[in-house]
């Protein structure tokens, strides 16, 4: 039994096809399939069955993959630990990015990062908090960003910067002719919020709490898009609420309608967070510092007060 061997049913699990799984491993098809029969032989078991299409694995194939990540996850830390040992700074670096951080705070921080770290592979993927959680205790995502805290007992957190709400409303609103805007003016029935996935929702929903005026309007809308609902605040349909980075692309018409809140001023926890086992360190403080450096020019907010994405039972 060989990494490799293990590294090829891998993907074919994953592919469920032995063409397809070849080209991503980068040899031939033949190549692949001998290794596989190989391997099957040496364990007296069968672990794919190839008369379905598409290919399927057997039940003892099943727990044969699984144990076959955790080898190889476990046989790729060696790399890190000699990396680490060596302040090395390269290689790939699997990173995810909760949608409602990703337009905003990526630009901000890309550019400058590749620079100073040439040798580093940046693998970037838009994912939800769920999906991030998934893949950091599976072993395919190196760290993430992400709002917290998660109270998850399987993550690490290192907060990045906290990122005050502001408040967007239209000029025949009843709060425009507010200075400053305070959370009990805030009415939930009157919010436009993002879809369920988005825990910046979740923030609202807990930042409301039961401020409610308890009527029934005639249009409810939920969106994946800030600028969806900077639109439809726009034309009187309701408020809606914007984390800060958001507000800095805005044109300055729009930013006529943003509304800042009276102290403490709501805000979301913006952390790195990756497993506790995670042993790239040197990549994740790299990114850390660059962020910092970064981000400290934009966000100065003192006298904040943290909303938990965290949905309240």
Same mark, same amino acid.
């Given at each position: ?102 337009? /905003? =705070? %990526? #630009? ?5 990062? *590749?620079?100073?770290?040439? &040798?580093?592979? $940046?693998?970037?993927? +838009? ?112 408020? /809606? =609420? %914007? #984390? ?5 692309? *805005?044109?300055?018409?729009? &930013?006529?309608? $943003?509304?800042?809140? +009276? ?51």
């Amino acid at each position: 039994m060989t990494i490799t061997q293990l590294k090829y049913i891998l993907a074919v699990a994953k592919y469920k096809n032995f063409t397809t799984a070849s080209e991503s491993c980068f040899v031939t098809q033949p190549t692949l399939s001998m290794q596989i029969q190989k391997l099957e032989d040496e364990l007296a078991v069968k672990i794919f069955n190839r008369k379905k299409k598409p290919i399927q694995l057997t039940e003892i194939g099943k727990k044969i993959i699984e144990q076959a990540k955790t080898i190889i996850d476990e046989s790729q830390r060696i790399t890190d630990i000699v990396e680490q040992q060596k302040g090395y700074v390269g290689g790939d670096f699997k990173l995810g990015i909760i949608p409602t951080i990703m337009p /905003t =705070l %990526l #630009p901000i921080f890309i550019k400058t990062y *590749l620079k100073k770290y040439p &040798k580093v592979n $940046l693998i970037i993927e +838009e994912l939800t908090t769920q999906e991030i959680i998934r893949k950091l205790n599976d072993g395919n995502l190196d760290a993430a960003i992400a709002a917290t805290p998660l109270e998850n007992s399987t993550i690490k957190e290192q907060v990045l910067y906290y990122e005050p709400f502001v408040g967007y409303v239209s000029d025949t609103h009843r709060l425009y002719s507010k200075n400053l805007i305070a959370v009990n003016d805030l009415d939930i029935d009157d919010i436009l919020l993002l879809d369920d996935g988005h825990c910046f929702k979740d923030n609202i929903l807990n930042l409301c709490g039961n401020n409610s005026s308890g009527k029934q309007h005639s249009f409810r809308l939920e969106s994946g898009s800030f600028n969806t609902l900077i639109k439809l605040s726009k034309e009187g349909l309701g408020m /809606t =609420l %914007l #984390p800060y980075l958001q507000t800095l692309d *805005l044109s300055e018409s729009d &930013k006529k309608h $943003l509304k800042d809140f +009276e102290k403490p001023i709501p805000a979301r926890e913006v952390s790195l967070i990756f497993h506790k086992a995670q042993l790239k360190m040197q990549l994740i403080e790299s990114l850390k510092t660059t962020i910092d450096s970064v981000i400290r020019g934009i966000i100065a907010f003192n006298d904040v007060k943290i909303i938990s994405p965290l949905q309240k039972r």
